[in-house]
T-cell receptor
């Protein structure tokens, strides 16, 4: 149980276009989802926290108008990278948690590799 | 400002040996300390986690040692196997389960030599 999926796993887009990444909790209801960004051989950096039905909370330095996050249901959160540029190329990873599990765990998705050309 | 410092950056251990990875934190409000294992091209997977009210937690070959006064915690992998070769991240959060998100260390690339 507690599986998180992401789609797509890889995406290549042209500079100036927008890309949407989906994060789904497959077998549990995720009241909270998180979006992280990871550069090659680097650590994960928290971008934003989203709670179902409310606006996302962005970390300092993350442009909320560039990285649009929607958490419209208890099983789906989306990250849209708007007007993408090559410097946005990165590995984007989501995670989700469900307090009803009674544990402290965040369950991570497999990640989405974004390449902006 | 890096809130969780992880060392070493890379580590090579012989099969059957003990792998030790260390982390230090600055924020005394941190209350939850997980360790994650990540394989190339995959998301992190939780290995083991600890709260500050205990000094050690063991799950199979993996042990976390926690020193609250020194603000340090470490991961010990006993009887290291080639399949343990991966990148390991320590992390910390001010809330159980990282309800406010996790702050990650920079990672340790572990190689277990057969």
């Amino acid at each position: 149980g507690a599986v998180v999926s992401q789609h797509p796993s890889r995406v290549i887009c042209k500079s100036g276009t927008s890309v949407k990444i989906e994060c789904r909790s497959l077998d549990f209801q995720a009241t909270t989802m998180f979006w992280y960004r990871q550069f090659p051989k680097q650590s994960l950096m928290l971008m934003a926290t989203s709670n179902e039905g409310s606006k996302a909370t962005y970390e300092q330095g993350v442009e909320k108008d560039k990285f649009l996050i929607n958490h419209a249901s208890l099983t789906l959160s989306t990250l849209t990278v708007t007007s993408a540029h090559p410097e946005d190329s990165s590995f984007y990873i989501c995670s989700a948690r469900d307090p009803s599990f009674g544990n402290d765990e965040q369950y991570f998705g497999p990640g989405t590799r974004l390449t902006v050309t | 400002q890096q809130q969780v410092k992880q060392s070493p950056q890379s580590l090579i251990v012989q099969k059957g040996g003990i792998s030790i990875i260390n982390c230090a934190y600055e924020n005394t409000a941190f209350d939850y300390f997980p360790w994650y294992q990540q394989f190339p091209g995959k998301g992190p997977a939780l290995l083991i986690a600890i709260r500050p009210d205990v000094s050690e937690k063991k799950e199979g070959r993996f042990t976390i040692s926690f020193n609250k006064s020194a603000k340090q915690f470490s991961l010990h992998i006993m009887d290291s196997q080639p399949g343990d070769s991966a990148t390991y991240f320590c992390a910390a959060s001010t809330t159980p389960g990282g309800a406010d998100g996790l702050t990650f260390g920079k990672g340790t690339h572990l190689i277990i030599q057969p």
